[in-house]
């Protein structure tokens, strides 16, 4: 990082923003309550929202506050309100294989760990990629087009899945 | 960009203005029946611009992000040939079971056209996007028909599994960008040589469970067994057919065009893979009684013998031989699975015992799943043979020969659960003698699976010389 005047501040920040991401994230897979579960998804969003900002990315920061930590997390409390018994039910989020579960995580990760100590990165120091709205929007348009239209392909296709899967069979 | 890259996706753009028309012609028309013929028409008329591509030179377009070479025009055509099948299929089995009959059709093509997309994409991104894509139109297919309890597991269990092996290999894709820093796949070839190796092995086996997903290989089949039964008839046949291609497809262009040149042995960690997917597929198979749960084991027993095929990439025999086997495959799993359609859809019963005495009630389908289950082992002159022959020439041509070994020792036990359905029909008694209904648009699908299993089988050789051009202009 080149401005990174002061790598201990960084460091304790990230940390910091990783607990903000991290705690939450661990209590909406495991709370019995999901209204609760869905609220603490904002901490999370938030987190990330930090980390962002961190990797000097205003523009994604601010879409993922818009979009996930307000629009997503709305519209999961809507889902939960409109469905039928969904809020106040308690609902166990864990079986009798959790145990297996976490050894394979807990190894999982440790390699991951192992794997990223013992790479060698290299850091290119000289050019940190320009992350503001113009630029984002020429590359949706040159590079990543076909991408973006795509998307938008994803998003109707989702839309009439979601839409044949809800409606009720007569 | 210019305007020739446009012309260069016109197939691309036909599969989505199609699927959008299908959706209209559904609005209008009570007929539900008419909109699957539509759809068959569409995408047969697509076979004409996309053999207008066969003729051009490899190149990729849009700023680099999609291919247009051989191999991206082969998995075109073979995605195209298995959804009018599968359509073909649906409409003799789905009125009464569904209320959106037209919507079933629309989501098919635009399956078929993130396939497509899947099996050309050069960039990281955009081959994330189309696997999702893929994945998304796939869950709401399996879980289609909605009163059926087992449906709605297979479409909860399909989507659980998707979504995980999607993130694994959606951080697997990140640690490739963090070590190369580009998205597009020819430039990370370029850069990949310099990357630190322990973690381009990290970010490999965190993308193969993404792509193990789609293919359905050992250690990332568990979901195909439970999917396929629940999952309406023609969705199971086309999930083991056209995802496991495009899937393989992704594989194939991530391996050679990014991986190869990374100077790292993943050679020897496919053929373990290969060799574990084949042995465990089959022992699986083996008790079966469900027939679309046997197919379910056998399908992952040929992801095992496909990826010999990857293995064994280098020389003129693996990976021709790879989409020769898919080819032939395509059309006998297909096959397969229409006559289960079809006794499903007459009996109710997807029992391998209630087969008893078929060849008397239903004689042409008999024979012709007789033929899909002898293709199926390996036997000649069926479609399957020529692609088991060609990968186990790759094999020992690349000096894999204990894999081909492991190989031929597979196909002698498959024989076992396939020849138990031949038996079944021939050899039991029949439980009753009335003749099965065999309906119109599912026996032309039959019988255009059949032939194209046998002539595969007895004249090869045109589908050789097109796996040899598209292997040919893969790299660019």
């Known amino acids: ?170 | 960009m210019s305007a020739s890259d446009l012309w260069s996706i016109v197939p691309e753009l036909w599969l989505a203005g199609l699927a959008i028309f299908l959706l209209l012609v559904d609005l209008l028309t009570a007929r539900k029946s008419l909109v699957g013929v539509v759809a068959v028409m569409g995408l047969l008329l697509s076979i004409i611009p996309i053999g207008s591509l066969l003729t051009q030179g490899a190149r990729t377009v849009i700023f680099g992000s999609y291919a247009v070479d051989g191999f991206a025009v082969f998995f075109k055509i073979l995605t195209v040939i298995a959804t009018a099948l599968v359509v073909l299929a649906a409409i003799d089995w789905l009125p009464g079971r569904s209320q959106y009959e037209g919507e079933f059709y629309a989501l098919l093509v635009f399956t078929a056209l993130g396939l497509v997309l899947m099996a050309a994409s050069t960039d990281i991104i955009l081959l994330a996007l189309s696997i999702e894509f893929v994945s998304l139109t796939s869950y709401v297919l399996a879980g289609y028909l909605k009163g059926d309890v087992k449906s709605n597991e297979a479409g909860v269990k399909y989507f659980l599994y998707g979504a995980a092996a999607s993130a694994v290999m959606l951080f697997g894709f990140s640690i490739l960008y963090g070590l190369t820093g580009s998205t597009n796949l020819y430039e990370i070839a370029r850069r990949v040589a310099n990357a630190p190796l322990p973690a381009l092995y990290l970010s490999i086996a965190l993308m193969l469970s993404g792509f193990g997903f789609k293919i359905s290989m050992v250690p990332f089949h568990q979901w195909t067994p439970d999917v396929y039964e629940g999952a309406p008839t023609p969705v199971a046949a086309y999930l083991s057919v056209a995802s496991k291609a495009a899937g393989f497809a992704a594989l194939v262009r991530m391996l050679m065009v990014v991986v190869d040149p990374g100077r790292l042995n993943w050679i020897l960690l496919i053929a373990v893979l290969s060799a574990v997917s084949m042995t465990l597929g089959n022992l699986l198979a083996l008790p079966q009684r469900n027939i679309k749960r046997m197919l379910a084991y056998s399908s992952i027993s040929h992801a095992g013998f496909l990826l010999i095929g990857v293995a064994a990439f280098r020389g003129d025999f693996g990976t021709p031989g790879l989409l020769i086997y898919l080819l032939g495959y395509m059309f006998t799993q297909l096959g397969a699975f229409f006559v289960a359609a079809l006794i499903g859809q007459q009996l109710g019963t997807d029992d391998i015992p209630d087969y008893a005495g078929l060849s008397r009630r239903a004689p042409v389908s008999a024979l012709l799943m007789a033929v899909f289950m002898l293709s199926l082992t390996g036997f000649p002159p069926t479609s399957v043979f020529i692609g088991k022959f060609y990968v186990l020439a790759g094999a020992i041509d690349n000096g894999l020969l204990w894999l081909a070994i492991v190989g031929v020792v597979n196909s002698v036990i498959s024989l076992y659960y396939y020849a138990g359905v031949i038996r079944a029909m021939y050899v039991m008694p029949a439980a009753s003698t009335v003749p099965l209904r065999e309906p119109a648009a599912l026996q032309v699908a039959l019988g255009i699976a059949g032939l194209g299993t046998l002539l595969i089988g007895l004249y090869p050789q045109p589908i050789i010389d097109l796996a040899r051009s598209a292997v040919l202009l893969l790299r660019i």
């Not at chain 1, 348009?141 to 109707?156: A, C, P």
């Open chain 1, 1 to 170: 990082m080149p401005e990174a005047r002061c790598p201990g501040g960084e460091l304790g920040a990230f940390i910091i923003l990783s607990l903000v991401t991290l705690i939450p994230a661990v209590v909406v897979v495991t709370s019995g309550n999901i209204v609760r579960s869905a609220l603490s998804l904002i901490p999370t969003f938030l987190g990330v929202t930090g980390l962002y900002i961190l990797l000097h990315a205003e523009f994604v920061a601010g879409i993922q506050i818009l979009i996930y930590a307000g629009a997503i997390t709305v519209l999961i409390l809507f889902v939960i309100m409109l469905t039928q018994g969904g809020s106040g039910v308690r609902i166990r989020q864990i079986n009798e294989q959790v145990p297996l579960g976490a050894m394979a995580a807990v190894w999982l990760g440790f390699l991951i760990l192992l794997v990223v100590f013992r790479t060698p990165w290299q850091i290119d120091a000289t050019s940190v990629p320009q992350y503001n709205v113009s630029s984002v929007g020429t590359a949706f348009l040159t590079d990543y087009m076909l991408i973006f239209e795509v998307t938008s392909l994803v998003l109707l296709v989702s839309l009439i899945g979601a839409i044949i899967i809800a409606r009720r069979e007569e």
